[in-house]
């Protein structure tokens, strides 16, 4: 398959896309979303089309169905189906045909990354899959019926026939995902194009959904062409590979191939980081020794039996409307000085929570912070609005979301400016340098301080964002899903920037993740966390090499290795609690 | 806890930054992006140059009416608009170029009283540019006796726009009138936009039972019928009390009704963004709740505030028309489009004198404009959407 040649026509190809171009006319110059790309899918195989962000892969999916966004337009090349009545060339159809309506839903169908926003939530799951049936199909009101429930069965949502009844709010997440499959197959497609499917989803949900995924195609024997950016997913389920990078199509080959002799460098620099995650740091094996001698001390925060217990509510007249949830449910550990502390979990193990009653973000319900800081203990608990304040400059938080996190209307001067400003740290005239120097140190430049954070990539806001938390001289660094936001290619350099402050500053970091790799790479000890309560607490390697809870051997296992060699989501370990109360725990943290 | 996977921004990898560089956009403060999408919008563009000219015209509307805005002529009542002429043809039969008016030749008929007007095609009045006029004084302080144009000798009927009841210049009074018009709408604007953002602010910041008490004072407020609420308020101003109390007093009622739109603009704002990151970032940082609320929320909804507050204006203007047309506005002497509209009142003077209903124009090309205006604001105020 080298771009820009005639593919042979192979009996199996269910799916020719040949040199396609998709371009976006931005204001000042013209992108080129999709770039020359051509790909065949064929029956019963799974092509993964995998990529960091921007490189061009979901517009790749929307083009073969031209629902290209504004102000996208397709400027070229071929998409053919291949049907048993004769090949159809999507691209010589009208974006809002007949035809082509006739072929989206039917012959090809798409799901999408965020179920919660493409199902509609005022109407109940049954008459969702029920629209694609009535429009493309001349079944009866009975039989939709129960090919609906037959669909929902298929994708083991428990109690079809009532489930079928309800919006997409009732449902978790992965039901959510599971129903959006359930309407994808609703007419038999030849082609299903999975576009991030279980990017939003927690790491044992991702593996139940591939795994329906995979089973799905064995039954029907649909071609799947599977968007992703995480590696560990292709390793697991792709037979081909498709690599994209800034619109063009790098790579292609089977998935043992590509894995094992990468050919171009980015495919290289994609396998490679994504491996580089299965090991620890070498920054952090080079402090082992450093480490192992400041954990003697005393721990730098001690929480003892902290519970978060979220207020039932109750309507006017006093009718119980939901139950407080025990969020944080008598949590108690330690943070020693140097050390790095994961705590992992997936949505709703109140793991987030954690962190902010840590920080007093949200008010604890009851329970015990103690911060060693120079000279006294301080009970966290028992500290006012002033003393919060200085507690705020030791302990410092590193934000998940870097996009949302940094004021789009401050400049980066005034944002890194900002702690030392309030707590008057540091002389006005000097502001500017510490600034400079604050920023040298995460890796930008001093005259990037004029420029607002919209200027910037998610990597690079990131870097921001530590140089704040970095520029009162903290003690203790609280990271919620600092990395989760970036690409694969940048967490390891953020991780890694991370353990040179820690090296340098002796800085404590609690390290919150859903990313089990991230925490083998970063942490010295990791927390598994589920439904509040601490399950199992131990050294990092030990955890994730030898858990012993059954809670963590399910979470690990889960996870998918970016070694197509070792498959192991089939034959993984599940947790039962977890499956039991799927209906409620749709929220997440 | 989703994982944000931005595949709609296409930037480069982590650190090359430099394509945003050669663009230059990365230096671009948020109004100057908002100045960019601004300028795209071409009716707002163009609106916004609409807008300025009016305020200039009232702001000089001495030096561009031609006569006073109060100056009456029983000789002229109901006297049709005059056109303005470029040349006429002289006794020899040869074309001469100079601007200038016909003058009326005047009937009275002695049945019915009634005036009835032909131009005279032989007596010319000739009209100049900055020509002396009656004293007056710029700005309120400047003596000054110069007019923008009119007629060249002081005095000489000159009724572009037609007279009035009174037979005074339709013209000069429209200029006048958009005085009170534009800044009634200002003023009034600016006191609600201080009772909408102090409670508005309050209500969102501070939520729970204040909020509450506020958000049902609004609904309150909103389900009075506002002209018999107007018409009470107004039959409570003493009739003794000077045109400018008045005027200032109206103002004062119609920003307490219109308030609370802005109210709601500004509690919604706060709600949206007080859970954000960035102002728990800033709780973090030990930022102080005034600064916290000035220095990192009230930016982000400046630019909203602004383009409401811009859409609010045409909403007073047409409150002030419709108030001083009922008569329980402002009342003459004061010259303001609502009170000119007045005289339009009467069918009979609309069927014989329609260019009363010149005012009525004004408002609508200022309303418009104020709206179109807005709406351009408005969607430059976000410039990180699309």
Partial sequence: ?589 | MTIATDTATPLGPDDVPSIVDAQGAEVASQWKLMWWKFRRHKLAMASGVVVLILYLIAIFAEVLAPSDPNAFSPRYTYAPPQELRMSYVDDAGERQWGLHVNDYRTELDRETFRRTFDLDEEDRIPVGFFVEGEPYKLLGFVPASMKLFGPKEVGAPFYIWGADRLGRDMFSRVIHGARVSLSIGLVGVFLSLFLGVVLGGISGYYGGWIDTAIQRLIEFIRSIPTIPLWMGLAAAIPLTLNPLMVYLIITAIVSLVGWTDLGREVRGRFLSIKDDDYVAAARLDGASEPRIILRHMAPSFLSHIIATVTLAIPSMILAETALSFLGIGLRPPVVSWGVLLQEAQNIRAVVTAPWLMVPGGAVVVAVLAFNFLGDGLRDAADPYSN
């Avoid at chain 1, 061009?56 to 400027?75: M, N």
């Fill in chain 1, 1 to 589: 398959m080298n771009r820009g040649h005639v593919i042979p026509i192979d009996p199996d190809a269910v799916l020719t896309v040949r040199s396609m171009k998709t371009e976006f006319a931005l204001r000042t110059h013209t992108l080129k979303a999709v770039d020359d790309v051509s790909f065949t899918l064929k029956r019963g195989k799974t092509l993964c089309i995998v990529g960091e962000s921007g490189s061009g892969k979901s517009v790749t999916a929307r083009s073969i169905l031209r629902i290209v966004p504004e102000p996208g337009t397709i400027t070229g090349g071929e998409v053919i189906l291949h049907r048993e009545d004769g090949d159809v060339a999507l691209h010589t159809l009208g974006d809002r045909s007949k035809e082509i309506r006739a072929i989206r839903g039917a012959d090809i169908a798409m799901i999408f990354q965020e179920p919660m926003s493409s199902l509609s939530p005022v109407h109940t799951i049954g008459f969702q899959i029920d629209e694609s049936l009535r429009l493309h199909t001349d079944l009866d009101k009975k039989a939709r019926r129960a090919r609906i429930v037959e669909l929902l069965e298929r994708v083991e949502i428990p109690d079809a026939a009532r489930t079928a009844d309800r919006y997409p709010f009732e449902y978790s997440g992965g039901m959510r995902q599971r129903a959006m499959i359930a309407m994808a197959l609703a007419c038999n497609p030849k082609v299903l194009i999975a576009d991030e499917p279980t990017t939003a989803l927690d790491v044992t949900t991702q593996a139940e959904i591939l795994d329906l995924i995979q089973e799905l195609q064995d039954e029907y024997g649909m071609a799947v062409m599977f968007i992703t950016h995480d590696m560990g997913v292709v390793a697991e389920i792709a037979d081909e590979v498709a690599v994209m990078y800034r619109g063009q199509h790098v790579e292609t080959g089977g998935v043992e191939e590509i894995f094992a002799n990468p050919h171009e460098d980015y495919t290289k620099m994609l396998i490679g980081s994504a491996v580089r995650l299965e090991e620890p740091s070498p920054i952090k094996i080079a402090m082992q020794a450093k480490v192992a001698a400041l954990a003697t001390r005393q721990p730098v925060l001690e929480v003892r039996d902290l519970v978060k217990q979220f207020k039932s509510k109750h309507t006017m007249l006093g009718k119980l409307v939901s139950t407080g949830v025990r969020a944080v449910d008598g949590v108690g550990l330690d943070l020693l000085p140097g050390e790095t502390l994961g705590i992992v979990g997936e949505s709703g193990s109140g793991k987030t929570t954690l962190g902010r009653c840590i920080m007093r973000m949200h008010e604890p319900t009851s329970g015990s912070i103690l911060y060693r800081g120079q000279g006294a203990d301080t009970e966290v608990m028992s500290l006012d609005k002033k003393g919060l304040r200085d507690f705020h400059a030791d302990v410092r938080m590193i934000f998940q979301d870097p996009y949302a996190s940094l004021n789009p209307r401050m400049t980066v001067e005034q944002l890194v400016a900002e702690p030392l400003r309030n707590r008057k740290l540091a002389a006005p005239t000097e502001i500017r340098d510490r600034v400079a120097d604050l920023l040298v140190r995460v890796g930008l430049k001093p005259d990037h301080m004029e420029r607002y954070p919209h200027a910037f990539s998610g990597g690079q806001r990131q870097r921001i964002g530590i140089a704040r938390a970095l520029a009162p001289n903290p003690k203790v660094i609280i990271a919620d899903e600092a990395t989760s936001a970036l690409d694969v290619s940048l967490r390891s350099q953020i991780l890694d920037l991370l353990l040179e402050f820690q090296r340098e500053l002796d800085l404590s970091f609690i390290f919150i993740s859903h990313d089990i790799s991230t925490v083998r790479y970063f942490c010295d000890r990791v927390a598994v966390m589920y439904r509040g309560e601490l399950v199992e607490i131990g050294n990092a390697r030990e955890v994730c090499d030898n858990p012993t809870h059954a809670y963590t051997k399910a979470l690990l296992s889960a996870v998918p290795r970016p070694d197509p060699t070792r498959r192991r989501i089939a034959n993984r370990h599940r947790y039962v609690a977890a499956e039991t109360n799927n209906m409620s725990n749709g929220a997440s943290a």
